[in-house]
């Protein structure tokens, strides 16, 4: 037979809310109500150049690609 119990979990203890089961083995499905955590405010990341750097920096090739080919790498050669 299957019958209802209210516990709270804090770690590994349980708390039984009201009647507690009379036997000495229990199995148990646990129903987990999570909460949808909506933030109050998007941040927005900041990515800008730094004012002293603006006009000074130049990208060479693919930012997630080396410029040189990996065939010209000296760490590579044996």
């Given at each position: 037979m299957i019958k209802t119990y209210q516990i709270t979990l804090?770690?590994?203890?349980?708390?039984?809310?009201?009647?507690k089961?009379?036997?000495d083995?229990?199995?148990a499905i646990l129903v987990v109500e999570e909460?949808?955590?909506?933030?109050t405010q998007i941040l927005e990341p900041k990515r800008t150049?730094?004012?002293h750097l603006k006009g000074q920096i130049?990208?060479?090739?693919d930012i997630v690609s080396p410029v040189v080919?990996?065939?010209d790498w000296e760490c590579l050669k044996e």
């Open positions: 804090e770690g590994d203890k349980v708390k039984w809310l009201g009647e089961p009379k036997a083995i229990t199995h909460k949808e955590i909506i933030p150049t730094p004012e130049k990208t060479f090739g080919d990996e065939e």
